[in-house]
């Protein structure tokens, strides 16, 4: 099993990079994370935003396996598969869901806004589509799973949590808003769900491996978002890195392969939270405009920065990543300086290329190497080769500061505009 996933704080464009591989794979597997994500995928000029689905559902040919660590909204699930079925996707041949994926309840989207609003300055920024208090009910142990839809007293169980979820609202003031349109969707989409593939996914999934057949676990969000080791606590509610994988799908460490860490060749990020490299300036617009950096979820505008060697070192010794694949390189084709971030400063002067523990309270000043822009459009070029000097000086300083081969270069949004590379 490969794995890809993001090294920074998310739309890195792993959406777009999974649907282009998924034909090399018979299976494409999430395992973490649920609606908060926005995976983009340009087909024929034609834009489509996956939230839950794996981006390998375009593929005729690829199965696709919603994964035991997700929290799964099924009111966004059957919308989604309503607009792929109408599209003529083969959903119901091809999309298998974990018995064990958990649900995300009607009032889960309510807590998460009730917490964040008593979080007031310190908000995280969440995506509010409930997925820490899922994530709060699986770790509590009394949340429910994809397989309990199936059995007798799922509806008893359900007014359980939502007797419970109701009093935790009551505790935070949290006025409720049309409950009744909720709770009448939610039943409507566990209706609609009944009659999709369910299954015991780490049987499912190892039996794949045992046939020899290629699996891609896709990730969500990105390392630096990830519980553990992202900026604590404005992270997001799972194991965004490459760990998540074996316990988001019931594969064993030593079934993986490759580990393909996706990056801009520069950074965003979304909602609250550190970011040393961000750009306050006209630098930072322009790169958000040409990037068209906005959230596909939430359609928030993205902060914009250089990009940030530290924090890439460190998400790739988490994910021991194998190979790099840079994205977004044509969106600094106009820039005349391009910087990139070799260290940081802490406030007492002295000079890191780690990342410190107290990121996220102490201020930290980039320390840059600037390179001169290709001043070019690169979107049309099919080989590295024939790519502008100053931009194959970025990449190979790029790939000599992390030590890893940069196989793959995104130079545009279409399945098409990417160029392989022997390394
Ligand atoms: P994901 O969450 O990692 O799948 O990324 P998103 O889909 O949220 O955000 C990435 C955005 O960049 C999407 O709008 C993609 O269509 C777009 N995109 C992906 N790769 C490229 C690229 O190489 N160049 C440009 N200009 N856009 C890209
Ligand atoms: P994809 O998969 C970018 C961010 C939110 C917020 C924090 C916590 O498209 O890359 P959450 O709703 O998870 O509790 O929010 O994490 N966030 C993302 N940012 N891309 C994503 O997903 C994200 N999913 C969550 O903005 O700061
Ligand atoms: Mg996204």
Redesign the pocket.
Known sequence: MDILL?LQ????G??KIVDFLAEKYHMVARFQ??P?????LNIGGKKHVL?QIPSGIFRSETTNLIGNGMVLDLVTLKKELVELENMGITVRQNLFISKKAQLILPAHRLL?AAQEHAKGDHK?????????PAYQDKTGRSGLRMGDLHQKDFEQKYLERKEDHLEKLKQLDFEVPNWGDLEEDFWDAVEYMMNFQVVDSEYFINDFIQQGKNILAE????TL?DVDF?SYP?????N?SAAGACTGLGVSPRKIEETIGVFKAYC??????PFPTELFDETGKKMAEIGREF????G?P?RCGWLDLPALQYANMINGTTQLYMMKSDVLNTFSEIKICTHYELPDGTQTDKMPFEIADMPIKPVYKTFKGWEKDISEIKTFEAMPKSFQQYVAFIEQELNLPIPLISVGAERDETVWRKV
């Open positions: 993001g704080w998310g739309d890195e792993k959406g994370g649920g908060n994500a926005g995976h983009t939230r998460d995280i920024g969440s995506t509010l589509r409930g997925i820490s990730g969500a969000q990105g978002l992202g404005f992270v997001t509610s799972s965004t965003t990020r979304v909602g609250s939270g959230g596909s979820v939430t928030r993205r």
